[in-house]
């Protein structure tokens, strides 16, 4: 009988996990002589620990063909990172007692940088602790800022919205700045990495409108030498837009803005940059200005999303299922670029252990010279990654997006007590 | 000879205000035995004042035709307000030296409440200076507070980006809330009236979820109060979505939170309800949270329109002249509710002196007895604004918003000096 798989979402959640999920469990129930059932835990590897193993069977087939389509993490997402097998020995024992319990042998880990090294933690139980579990992570993140994969399953349609956006929000400001608006602010994601703030750019046409100048977290902020920018740009535009990265920092490397130092996972929550930006610019120039701050808005915008990005993602997932079969382990799928112009790309896999905790920056020739904005290389390695629409069905004006029953499996472990782990 | 037309856009512009331009010009163009050539002010009423006539003969007619699709304000906007004709008799004189030279017979004025007010002043000229001239209104405010009028123009379209958005951040928060954000704060355009705030419960579905506490400008902040719900909601849920509109007020009646006390034109610009809810919800409750100001995004939003909102934009622009033809002066058209379930509407008029400076807030009876929702009767006014897509044609990955070429005819009065009106 071959052993049951389980798949879990971790870390903050995109417009497309979903259709990695819908990917897995197609790939999974196509193969019957490799898998048993396939199931998901919920809330990640939390749900693991917990036992709280959902029980796929009980959902419609039309609701889970679905997610391929469908925002947010339809399983429930963490943030939780396994610890170092030495010194939580506790929390691996509880792993095997319930992969034993439902007969797991595959684990296929869907998230970023984190959750790759959960995965291949995951991965060691095998050799460490005596039971057979194959590992693979499936990449996700829009902050793009995965190793080793041309591009991550979230970051094209989060980028093609904020393009998007960009391009609309400066045309509002274009008719409003000769007696209103005349500076738009617009703060995106991105705590390390720019390649949010950098998908801001494409929205700039032939004739380099709209005006805009990006504040990167790889680049220290200049407030000189950014305002001299923003008065240059008024004086020959009559407006300007400003992305900034929410990562923005200092020259001292202190954060620009910082919304709340801890919480409870040791994740700096970011946000801010935008109004604080807004009153530098106030002060300093007096211009009328608009800010925004997008956040999830961003990452959640399934309506726009990407359909190259969506492609990826389902194609990873099914990646994931496909490797297994083919014989690798501690894998993860990654998106190869075979050709940019006409784009075309393939999936290769990767060892886990060269991907996990690996963050990859927007390197320093994708900024162009003056630090605010792109480069024509930078440009052509966006530009694919936000083509082609994949629109949602609509029912009475909004998208739909159907929720999973989400029925948990009998539990046949002892229930974890709270400060066991 | 039949008299010019002359157009111009005013106010805050929408995602669909271009489609009400190109209802007017295409039905000005329509009928050559009414009217002369079709013009377009720049900067709306100031275009007027200063001179800047755009001659529409000089752009490619696909330009004028995908209006219909761009959103922003093509001719360029203005918050400027014309003065009383008693005391600013200056502004008048102009007005009607401008309009004789370029043989103006006909002005169609695109805007709110405040814009309606000076189109009603244009409508005057006639028999206050003796220089003929039909003034019309063409309603547009994603605000959705103009008199007289079913739905305005743009709202349908802003409410439907608002309500998918809450959606879809909705989902993520659901699924990161057992280890991560457990409330999500979604700010929206509104300073006097709620109905954009009102559109995000169109995202909850028949089963409640999300759940949302809504913080409406017409129903003053109870600070004890919202925290004892939000709680509730928690409680039961294990996440909450807090939707407020910018003008959300304290008891005694002062703004939640002023960005900016004063600008140049009188108006109170807004923001920062969201991080300013964000401190005080982090700080008495200890919840992890993140919060979004859409700002500009909502109300540039054409990728995401709603297929009403566009329709009834278009129809207002050609109703406007075809009541001119009609032989109606100094009118809005309006859109009429014929029936609800289908939804049907038609376009009627009103004269301009009963929606000048008419706001229309949301009814008490479309507040729900906690305060913090709407009622049945709201959902079922706002339910059909949104409905239907009408995506724009995409390039490259992004909408095509095409540019006017903005050629001006060529000047025949003096020059206006700064100081002469």
Redesign the interface.
């Known amino acids: 009988m071959p052993k049951n798989a389980l798949y879990a979402?971790s870390g903050?959640?995109t417009?497309v996990i979903n259709a990695s999920a819908w990917g897995v469990i197609e790939a999974v129930r196509a193969h019957p002589a490799h898998f048993g059932t396939c199931y998901a835990a919920r809330?990640g590897i939390?749900g693991v620990l917990e036992e709280e193993i959902l029980d796929l069977d009980e959902e419609d087939p039309l609701t889970l063909a679905a997610l391929r389509h469908?925002?947010?993490?339809?399983?429930?997402?963490?943030?939780?990172d396994l610890g170092d097998p030495q010194t939580h020995r506790a929390q691996y024992e509880r792993l095997v007692e319930v992969f034993r319990a439902h007969d797991i042998g595959y684990f296929f880990y869907n998230g970023g940088g984190g959750s790759m090294d959960t995965a291949a933690k995951v991965a060691r139980i095998g050799e460490e602790m005596g039971y057979p579990i194959t590992a693979v992570g499936v990449p996700k993140t829009i902050d793009n800022d995965l190793g080793a994969t041309d591009a991550c399953p979230g970051f094209g349609s989060a980028a093609?919205f904020i393009?998007?956006?960009v391009?609309?929000?400066?045309?509002?400001?274009?008719?409003?700045h000769?007696?209103?608006t005349r500076v738009?602010i617009?703060e995106v994601m991105g705590r390390h990495a720019g390649w949010l703030a950098a998908a801001a750019a494409?929205?700039q046409e032939y004739d380099g409108?709209p005006p805009m100048l990006i504040l990167f977290p790889e680049v220290p902020f200049d407030k000189a030498h950014f305002l001299t920018h923003l008065q240059m740009a008024i004086h020959t535009h009559g407006y300007c837009v400003v992305v900034a990265a929410e990562g923005l920092k200092n020259p001292d490397g202190s954060l620009f803005s910082v919304?709340?130092s801890h919480?409870?996972?040791a994740y700096t929550?970011l946000?801010?940059v935008?109004?604080r930006l807004?009153e530098l610019i106030?002060t300093e120039t007096g211009h009328?200005l608009?800010?925004?701050?997008?956040?999830?808005?961003q990452?959640?915008?399934?309506?726009?999303a990407?359909r190259v990005d969506v492609e990826q993602a389902y194609a990873v997932g099914r990646a994931a299922v496909e490797g297994v079969v083919a014989g690798h382990r501690s894998f993860m799928p990654v998106i190869r670029r075979e050709s940019q112009q006409p784009y075309r790309w393939s999936v290769g896999h990767v060892p886990l252990d060269q991907v996990a905790n690996v963050e990859r920056g927007l390197p320093p020739e994708y900024i162009s010279p003056d630090g605010f904005g792109i480069t024509a290389a930078c440009r052509d390695y966006l530009?694919?990654l936000?083509?082609?629409?994949d629109?949602p069905p609509?029912e009475?004006?909004?998208?739909c997006?159907p929720?999973i029953r989400g029925v948990l499996r009998a539990q046949r472990c002892p229930q974890l007590r709270a400060d066991e782990l």
């Open positions: 979402q903050g959640v417009a809330n939390l469908t925002p947010g993490g339809a399983f429930g997402s963490c943030r939780f093609k393009a998007t956006s391009r609309e929000t400066s045309l509002d400001v274009e008719s409003a000769t007696t209103s738009f617009l494409l929205a409108r919304a709340q919480d409870i996972y929550q946000g801010g935008a109004p807004a106030r009328k608009h800010w925004s701050v997008v956040d999830y808005v990452r959640a915008a399934r309506h726009l990407s530009r694919p936000i083509s082609g629409e629109y609509y009475n004006g909004l998208p997006y929720r």
